[in-house]
């Protein structure tokens, strides 16, 4: 007799744990239930594994939670990060625990271009996928009070693509630039040739600036900062139509007149001895590389060929003959910067 109960219990715990076996397997190993495009999530900061499987088991996307969450356990990825994940179809309970584990989140990217305006790529950033507005970013002179900046903060964060999680703030990025700017100018100026016109790092940032407006071709950047570099060495104005452009702000209209050059604003060039105040746009580290090391020579003058390189002269009368070759006789398919800026050999 105890012996048919003995096998009775036997018979129930292989069946239970079958039955067990079962549940579990197809609470991990099934696909879950999701879109043809896969499922797009947040998770919040402060949330935790067990709270977002009972939101997917609400939704019909899981079943069986306490399986994953024992799963989770026994791999010790109970732990999770916020941020907005992508859970492809055909992802089953694992993989979904995995992604979260790991901090699988989506990622996107914002590109600030050489040669924008701190405006300019304000705007690029508070306009981006996933970017959380803050108060910092309202105005220059908020971003530049949150970061720190006395003063216009032109030119003081680093062109370069830039990749965060969905609610970023357009202020982390801010910093993350800002940051990114300090570093390289740092690195560029401890490397800096000899005998050059600049007091400090934040002078060779604004001569950058120059340089990288005025350069059509990326072969011409260190010919361009010589020419600059020897100006200023001569007690030469620089006499560049980017600082005019600059310093009238709004007033530019596409079209510089004769009138702006003489308008003495603190940046044109024209008009004032030595360099603008601050740079005029966001300088790349080729371009900071370039002011720092400009290239040897006796060239004083350029003018632009219309292909977007320069013919550069040494004296007065080679640049005037130049200008009129290539300014006052303006091809129809004359352009200030190159078809596309790969050096032809």
């Known amino acids: 007799m105890w012996l048919r109960g003995l096998l009775l219990l036997f018979v129930v715990a292989v069946v239970s744990g079958g039955v067990a076996f079962w549940s579990a397997q197809n609470a991990l190993v099934k696909p879950l239930t999701l879109p043809v495009d896969g499922l797009r999530m947040d998770v919040e900061s402060g949330s935790n594994l067990s709270r977002i499987l009972l939101r997917l088991e609400s939704e019909g996307v899981l ?165 600059f570099v020897r100006r200023l060495q001569r007690g030469m104005r620089l006499q560049t139509d980017p600082t005019v452009i600059y310093g009238l702000g709004d007033q530019y209209d596409g079209n510089l007149r004769r009138a702006d050059l003489r308008n003495a604003t603190p940046y044109n060039t024209y008009v004032i001895g030595g360099m603008p105040p601050t740079p005029i746009a966001l300088p790349g580290r080729e371009a900071i590389h370039a002011a720092l090391h400009p290239k040897d020579g006796n060239s004083l003058y350029f003018v632009a060929k219309g292909d977007g390189s320069h013919h550069f002269s040494s004296t007065l009368n080679e640049h005037n003959r130049a200008v009129r070759e290539y300014q006052l006789k303006r091809r129809s398919d004359y352009r200030s910067s190159p078809a596309n800026n790969t050096k032809n050999d």
Do not use: C
């Not at 306490?66 to 109970?78: N, T």
């Open 63 to 227: 079943r069986s939670p306490r399986w994953v969450r024992l799963y989770a356990r026994i791999k010790s990825q109970s732990s999770i990060h916020p941020g907005e994940y992508l859970i492809p179809a055909g992802s089953n309970a694992m993989d979904l625990v995995g992604r979260l584990n790991r901090g699988d989140v989506t990622r996107y990217r914002v590109t600030l271009v050489e040669g924008w305006t701190f405006q300019q790529a304000l705007s690029q950033i508070r306009h981006s996928n996933k970017i959380r507005q803050t108060a910092a970013g309202e105005s220059i002179a908020a971003a530049a009070q949150a970061l720190g900046i006395e003063g216009n903060p032109e030119g003081r964060i680093f062109p370069d693509t830039y990749v965060y999680r969905s609610g970023a703030s357009d202020l982390d990025l801010l910093r993350q630039a800002f940051e990114r700017m300090d570093t390289v100018l740092a690195e560029e100026w401890q490397q800096r040739g000899e005998n050059l016109p600049y007091k400090d790092a934040y002078e060779a940032l604004i001569m950058a600036s120059i340089v990288e407006k005025e350069t059509g071709v990326p072969w011409e950047r260190d010919e361009i900062a010589g020419v």
